[in-house]
């Protein structure tokens, strides 16, 4: 068993090195490729229209005002901008984690699958959030000082490779969860809690694409010339997505436990326990196969 | 009971809430500037302001002087590298009137500046579009797709006209809640053109 994780670990090392950069891949003034008809069709109700409204609107407020703050910083240091500028990015990084994408399928299914704590719930969302930030931070840094320039074009050429690496990442998993379940002997609420070493694989295959938000930042700070604390931005905006990711997990774990409580597995609740497990482990392979048909 | 509730939330927390992609990264506020000859329209002017993050983006990949300004060259490598792939996503432009529509295909006389600390993109969308005398309603959405860009019409002046003289034009701009993109979670702002001949 530990010879296979040894296996599996420098893999994801390798995956986690030649990340040169999904972040702006979907951009589609560089790369984008998706021809995607307007879905006329599908109209969902006002009220979710008018959140998806304000949520866009809130971060089009935010980042006007972050920008702004960034450069009264540049031209005098002025420690309340500063303050403020954090307390933004970290809202910032809370609303950006509601919208799709940031790992909230994977993860919510994943906990539908398997035992598990709040306190997992918490860790798996924090170092989703944490991998994020670093991938973009590392990998505009690099970008930044082996080539100077052109790094959101760079980043294009890269954004397809890491795209399909890590939704290929996500139908293994999926997979695995699947078999897990199927094979698995012991009745859940006996087996054991996640270990922190399959939570961080989890973390790493869904956290590997670059956050576009923290990328964008990183960017903009160094067109201000304030390289630091674009660094430092983007990790305060990966606390704000962790909130947002965590408090999606819980809520998952909390409701599995609320409807399937700790008594014994039999009968109907078993049945019901096992097709929700199982579900969780579709849902994982169907959405990493549904992010590989986009990205191949 | 409380478990059943419980469990119709849980496909709310599960469901993907459409792809990986987008939610906006990009905001830009556009512009629109009818131009209209004899016969009807010819077409649009369309104008991109973008936020200062990824104005900021652009500015440094592209203007390789840092002279602040575009020279022809690089105004030709933003076409290249930062513009033409729109063309998979319909240069975000959508056009239809009464018996036809633009098909995305094709635009010209692109040009990247710089305006205070913002970027601006301005292209010309070929469209014909004949006034009879009976006139004509003309709806214009700018939206993207995918999301990744919000797009708005700007507050101050978003619909100008070129050639104007002898039609009157009533233009409002308005939220188009019958058409969605991005799964069905978003609507455009639509521009709604009247355009009729003044002369009769």
Known sequence: MDRRRLIILPVFIVLLLCVAAAALGDNPFMGGTAVEKSKRGLNYPLFVKRFMRKIGLLQRNLNERMTSLGKEIKTKENPRAAFMLFALVFAYGVVHALGPGHGKTVSGSYFLTRRATVKNGIILGSVIALIHAVSAVSVVLVLYFILKKGIGVSMEHYSRVVKIISAGAIVLIGLFLFARRILKKVPSERESLPRDRSILLIALAVGIVPCPGAVLILLFSMSMDIIGYGVLLAFVMSLGMALTISVTCCAVITAKKGIFGSGEERGVRRTALFSVEITGAVIVVLFGTFLLAGAV | ?200
């Not at chain 2, 000859?37 to 936020?51: H, K, L």
């Not at chain 2, 205070?116 to 214009?140: A, H, N, W």
């Not at chain 2, 708005?152 to 009157?168: D, L, R, S, T, V």
């Open chain 2, 1 to 200: 009971m409380k478990r059943f509730l419980l469990l119709l939330l849980l496909p709310f927390f599960l469901l993907t809430r459409g792809e990986l992609k987008a939610h906006p990264h990009v905001f830009l506020d556009t512009r629109v500037t009818v131009v209209l000859d004899s016969e009807g329209v010819t077409g649009f002017w369309i104008e991109w302001e973008f936020d200062e993050m990824f104005s900021a983006m652009i500015i440094q990949d592209f203007d390789e002087d840092y002279d602040f300004s575009f020279s022809p060259a690089e105004i030709a490598n933003i076409e290249k590298n930062a513009f033409s792939n729109l063309k998979n996503f319909h240069y975000f432009t959508y056009v239809s009137w009464k018996g036809g529509e633009y098909t995305g295909k094709k635009i010209r006389d692109f040009s990247a500046s710089i305006r205070g600390d913002t970027l601006v993109y301005r292209f010309f969308v070929p469209c014909r579009i004949g006034i009879d005398d009976t006139g004509m309603v003309i709806k214009v959405w700018i939206y993207d797709d995918s999301y990744y860009c919000d797009v708005g019409f700007a507050e101050e002046e978003p619909a100008a006209f070129e050639g104007e003289k002898g039609y009157g034009i009533e233009a409002v701009i308005a939220r188009d809640e019958r058409i969605t993109y991005y799964f069905g979670q978003v609507s455009p702002q639509v521009l709604r053109l009247s355009v009729r001949r003044n002369d009769g």
